[in-house]
């Protein structure tokens, strides 16, 4: 069994999902506003019941390629948005997917520390040398995201995924492991070290918020912190 260990962070923390998840990752998938921005059409209730079947058996894949985890608040193992890792197939690649966080969520605000937890997995544990990841082109506020992520701008690929009857395009961003480690924070560095970040000086070293956190595309093209 592939069990990503617990992500701590300074505002927020990572774990796998549970059964016990399923109603807030339902209220993601069949939300019209939550799967606006994402790669993935909105699902109905058997459809995203069906998805989140498929994510509990992630951990007992080989090799293991998908990382969906739920985001919590400090102190409190509450289920209020989620965040994927997808491993490529070749080279030593990955990409970020689908941060969403819950309205109300006391995380918000923060959403671009979950893509930084599973970047300093990816970079220490998984031994990946390059991340990337992505937003829809005209989901233009999620720029300062990507950036507080630690990703650098790429290009734009046009018509990438088709969601709500039209083709998008998406511009993307990407870290190399030796650049991006550089700027890790304590806690970030921990996690490289192959601990939880968890027992670490979690002082940010520079953090933004955005008052909107959501990252684009999904399974069928690329996302972001």
Not at 24 to 48: C, K, N, S, W
Not at 76 to 101: F, H, I, K, P
Not at 109 to 133: D, N, S, V
Not at 141 to 148: E, F
């Amino acid at each position: 069994m592939n069990q990503l260990p617990e992500l701590h962070g300074h505002h927020l923390w990572l774990r796998e999902l549970r059964p016990t998840d399923l109603a807030p990752f339902e209220r993601i998938h069949t939300h019209r506003v939550l799967t606006r921005y994402l790669g993935v059409d909105r699902m109905d209730a058997r459809q995203a019941q069906d998805a989140f079947v498929q994510c509990l058996t992630q951990p007992f894949a080989h090799p293991r390629r998908k990382h969906t985890m739920a985001v919590c608040a400090p102190g409190d193992d509450t289920m209020v948005g989620m965040m994927g890792l997808l491993v490529e197939e070749y080279g030593r690649n990955a990409m970020l997917t689908s941060l969403v966080l819950l309205p109300g969520a006391p995380v918000r605000g923060h959403g671009h520390e979950a893509g930084r937890l599973l970047m300093a997995h990816g970079f220490g544990r998984l031994g990946l040398h390059r991340i990337w990841a992505g937003h829809r082109a005209d989901h233009t506020r999620m720029r300062d995201i990507m950036l507080a992520a630690g990703l650098h701008p790429e290009a734009t690929l046009r018509g990438l995924f088709h969601t709500q009857g039209s083709w998008h395009d998406v511009t993307t961003y990407a870290a190399l492991a030796p650049e991006w480690t550089e700027q890790a924070t304590p806690a970030e560095r921990a996690i490289l070290a192959g601990a939880s970040g968890e027992d670490a000086d979690r002082s940010p070293v520079a953090h933004l918020t955005h008052p909107r956190d959501q990252l684009v595309p999904s399974s069928a093209g690329p996302s972001t912190p």
